[in-house]
């Protein structure tokens, strides 16, 4: 049913394509709405790519005299490129040279916020390439900073939060192998915190909800004297994040989340005033989310994400049944 309706959907946009009444520009602006609609809500990854194909299509009727209407042709394909699945780096790379070729258009004749918005999706993808050793961090961060100009927090509070979040997880991807590293772990929380200070449960659910897990991670792993401080603040975050994840409305995300809070649990003693009394109650607790966040892992065929929690869940299987 999906791909019959996708064949029709295309074979629709290039009966457009090649109707000769309606004037170039037109057709491909045309075009672009649809692989918009096709990109929107795909269902399967033959709709990223079906957009892709119509972007090229609207780029081959685009009049060359339309140079903005390239550009956003352009910049378009390369959002679709950077969702479409892909076991390597071939197509976030092509992606990277749309949204480089669009900036300068967009400069020179279109809007701040077109300029920002393809600054912010550079920067991610670059982000993406850094951890495949094909690019440098700092490109993403540059990135991200120039979106900033742009999206501030007080006219653009989602979008704002949004960059915080990818500076802050492109602070922490970066090697911990100098002094600067707790510099940057201390920006990263920062950013994070900065994002929260915009964005609400009400207003921005999403957003605030994963603003809140990745400043538990950061907390959780930050590099600091005061760990159980931090591992407190971190579980507090997560039971933010968790009034917007649940089980029925985004398993997956709070699957993430309290696995996460799970791993967290492991290392806070059961009186953080007393450590040295222990943490059985928290290992107890840990072992409940471990072991729901695999089963939710697994109904929803993450299976590598099943083995990754799996693993802390057997040793914490193990030291509790040696406890007793």
Request: with cysteine; hydrophobic share 45%.
């Amino acid at each position: 049913m999906i791909a019959s309706r996708l064949e029709t959907e295309l074979a629709a946009a290039l009966t457009i394509a090649g109707d000769a009444s309606v004037p170039p520009a037109e057709r491909a602006e045309m075009l672009m709405e649809i692989a918009i609609g096709l990109q929107r809500r795909p269902k399967t990854p033959d709709h990223l790519t079906g957009a892709v194909a119509l972007y090229e299509r609207g780029l081959a009727v685009c009049p060359e005299d339309e140079p903005l209407l390239r550009a956003r042709l352009v910049a378009r394909r390369g959002t679709a490129l950077q969702a479409v699945p892909d076991d390597g780096t071939d197509t976030l790379e092509a992606a990277r040279l749309a949204y480089e070729e669009a900036i300068p258009v967009f400069k020179a004749l279109g809007s701040r916020e077109e300029v920002a918005e393809t600054e912010m999706n550079l920067g991610l993808v670059i982000q993406y390439l850094a951890g495949a050793g094909r690019a440098r961090i700092v490109d993403a961060i540059d990135a991200y900073q120039r979106a900033l100009r742009t999206f501030d927090r007080k006219a653009w509070p989602a979008e704002f939060a949004i960059l915080q979040n990818n500076l802050a997880t492109a602070f922490l991807s970066m090697p911990l192998v100098d002094e600067r590293s707790k510099m940057r772990e201390a920006l990263a929380v920062q950013a994070f915190e900065e994002g929260l200070k915009v964005v609400t449960l009400i207003d921005h659910p999403q957003e605030y909800a994963m603003l809140q897990n990745n400043l538990g991670n950061a907390l959780q792993y930050v590099s600091s004297g005061h760990a159980i401080e931090n591992n407190l603040r971190a579980v507090e975050a997560y039971d933010e994040a968790l009034r917007v994840r649940t089980r029925e409305t985004a398993p997956l995300e709070y699957a993430n989340t309290i696995a996460n809070k799970a791993n967290c649990l492991m290392n806070l003693p059961d009186h953080p005033e007393d450590p040295a009394s222990g943490n059985s109650a928290n290992l107890a607790r840990a072992r409940l989310w471990l072991e729901e966040a695999q089963a939710i892992f697994a109904d929803h065929g993450e299976l590598a994400k099943a083995r990754i929690v799996g693993e802390p869940l057997a040793g914490l299987r193990d030291m509790m049944s040696l406890a007793n």
